[in-house]
DNA sequence: GTTTATTTTTAGGTAAATCTAAAAATTATT
DNA sequence: AATAATTTTTAGATTTACCTAAAAATAAAC
């Protein structure tokens, strides 16, 4: 059993497990908001208790064992935060810090009955994929929504950003989950991006275009 | 802002005021599963904060404003439980241990928010009143089982133990909350009592009898 | 009203998670 | 390859919530 603190920490090595196979004491810090020395301290147990292999110097991988804790972790944020928006009335961009404290309640019985209360939801109000009670996770197909073409379309079904200020002002435009959208044009100038979206062209930044994960149709 | 033990203080504190107006070290001790010598120390902090008034050798009593952050986590602890019960199909013997953690959650509008999904219940699983968010209670008008004399019935409303082997005891009886009861005869013996209930004639142990709350039609 | 028992507090210490400041290792730059 | 910059680790403290053992205060019994 782990307390809240390495929760946290596995967790967030977990995310950056993602972008690098090898994470580092400073980027771990950064993200814990704390100090590189406290993240030592800690990795160390970590390591004692056959989380994380770490090689001084050289950063942390999670074990099969850690990489198990994490994601039920991940599995509990992602359904307390569907659970808010969908029977609480929060909006998406209102629930990152309670399902952040949600995580830690230790109860197996409570997350399986919450998952059937949910109807077994496959993803998060930020389109990110739930894993099932095996840790599993279902294959999603995103393409960000720079990277598509004049003419391309497809639906808004994920973001890779999470502020509050990103998720308003998407909110603002209209752009959330499940909307159809098609690329009309990408200016020169300053690489934004004109799109149609229910029946309204409307611009936006390069910015925010990279944040927005479509699940793409193709060419039209 | 109270950490999670403190809370846990501040919960126990008042619910053993209700027996006691000044509450001893050792009945707290008793309660938080802890020694006596931890409980001193951790009545000092809660005095430095203003939440109890303190005289050394002579027990604590709660000020305005930890009997306001007590009540605010029973209103929590109550409040999760009509939601484990009604929503996630949890048994009344099966959500205290749960409930115990959910209700140190921070945040003022989830709290307000699942009130308002329950649709604003007035008393728990276990019959125990659930104070709004100005922290004032219902009025309730209890009568102990025990105390109806041979011809009286009522409604069960409540139980004043919440352990899962009595619960379970209850519920095997078919004697949970709403069901009419009626006193048939009371036992010289052994002090236990025939009662009536869904047709059917049962009889229950003074240790019973002592815990089950009834409101009373009066006599009959 | 002493003596005895109980309750409560103090003294001194531990473990978890943090910190600052300084030392060591690694990486990047000339 | 030597020097500089960055990253990471150690050393030594702090805070919170505990503990045990011993001392002090209060309550009960004789
Ligand atoms: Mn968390
Ligand atoms: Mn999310
Ligand atoms: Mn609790
Ligand atoms: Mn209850």
Known sequence: MQSFTEENYLKI???LSEKTANVQ???IAEQMQTKPASVTDMIKKL???GLVDYVKYQGVTLTEK???AAVDIVRKHRLWEVFLVS????KWDEVHDVAEELEHIKSVDLIERLDEFLGFPKSDPHGDPIPDKNGRFAKTQFIKLIELKIGDGGTITGVSQHSSAFLKHLEKLGL????QIQISDV???DGSVE???ANKQINISREVAKHILISSNGKN
Chains 1, 2 share one sequence.
């Open 87 to 90: 029977k609480l009335n929060f």
């Open 47 to 49: 390591a004692d208790k």
């Open 176 to 179: 959330t989950l499940g909307k």
């Open 25 to 27: 004491t400073n980027a």
């Open 13 to 15: 090595i977990y995310h």
């Open 195 to 197: 799109i149609l979206v």
């Open 66 to 68: 850690g990489k198990q």
């Open 187 to 189: 200016t020169d100038f």
